[in-house]
């Protein structure tokens, strides 16, 4: 089958212009992409030539799981995407805290555990300065993608046949133990550290000045990690029911989830 980029911007004529001339082609929309598949050609629809990288890359990802099959089903529920550890120290502001970042972590641990093949790191390590949205970015959509939902028309003469939302239960499964994965690193550290720790995002902490920081960074290398820090002047706001961790230096509010207040 023939593969053809083309603008986004002609999207809409093309499939305008197969429904005029009654031809059966799927259409298969997820949040990044379009493609038109018809019997002879799939067309690939993207805002600039370099989304093309990026799509690139997710196909690569979706090659490298395809043979690969995870003995339990994780769920997406019980991994904690976010903590807050309480402290006496609500609605003030907290100089010279450590922000702990994880150095592509689900990413890194997709490597050493062999989703991600090294054809596909070698073809992210030539174009990481040619992805349209930035390399870090084009990760997360690459390992994303994994979990994402379609929605696949089938028109047939024409005519819209079905619509569907479809989702691959084992390819979705490998992103959320991926997530799982590097959530129990997060945890174990909580854990190990806890009257250091104040809150945690995804893939970077924020733990007190007082904290052993090195000895933080060789305990997440013995996890196969990487990481870098910063100081940074947080300010920590509590309600009843909600609050966030408002980070000066990137102007970003982290949410605290309300089980975390009580």
Not at 31 to 55: G, P, S
Not at 62 to 78: F, S, T, Y
Request: aromatic residues 12%; hydrophobic residues 35%; contains cysteine.
């Amino acid at each position: 089958m023939k593969e053809i980029r083309r603008d986004i911007e002609s999207f809409e004529n093309i499939k305008k212009g197969l429904i005029k001339l009654k031809k059966s082609f799927s259409v298969i929309e997820t949040r990044h992409t379009k493609i038109i598949k018809t019997d002879k050609q799939k067309m690939f629809f993207a805002d600039d030539i370099k989304c093309f990288k990026e799509l690139a890359l997710i196909n690569y990802v979706k090659k490298d799981v395809k043979n690969i099959n995870i003995e339990h089903q994780p769920e997406l529920a019980k991994i904690n995407f976010y903590f807050y550890n309480k402290t006496k120290q609500k609605n003030k502001e907290i100089q010279n805290v450590y922000k702990l970042d994880l150095t592509s972590a689900y990413w890194q641990h997709a490597i050493n555990e062999g989703v991600i093949s090294e054809r596909t790191k070698k073809y992210f390590d030539e174009n990481i300065n040619e992805f349209a949205n930035g390399g870090k970015k084009a990760r997360l959509k690459a390992l994303g993608s994994l979990a994402t939902e379609k929605l696949v028309s089938i028109y047939i003469e024409g005519v819209q046949d079905k619509i569907d939302l479809v989702r691959n239960e084992m390819t979705r499964g490998i992103y959320i133990d991926i997530c799982e994965k590097v959530d129990s690193v997060m945890k174990a550290l909580t854990y190990r550290y806890r009257k250091y720790v104040i809150y945690y995002y995804w893939d970077c902490f924020f733990i007190k000045d007082s904290a052993p920081i090195e000895k933080i960074i060789k305990d997440l290398e013995n996890f196969g990690f990487q990481s870098k820090f910063k100081k940074e002047t947080v300010l920590i706001n509590e309600s009843k029911n909600n609050g966030f961790i408002y980070g000066y230096e990137n102007k970003h509010h982290y949410p605290i989830h309300p089980n975390d207040l009580k």
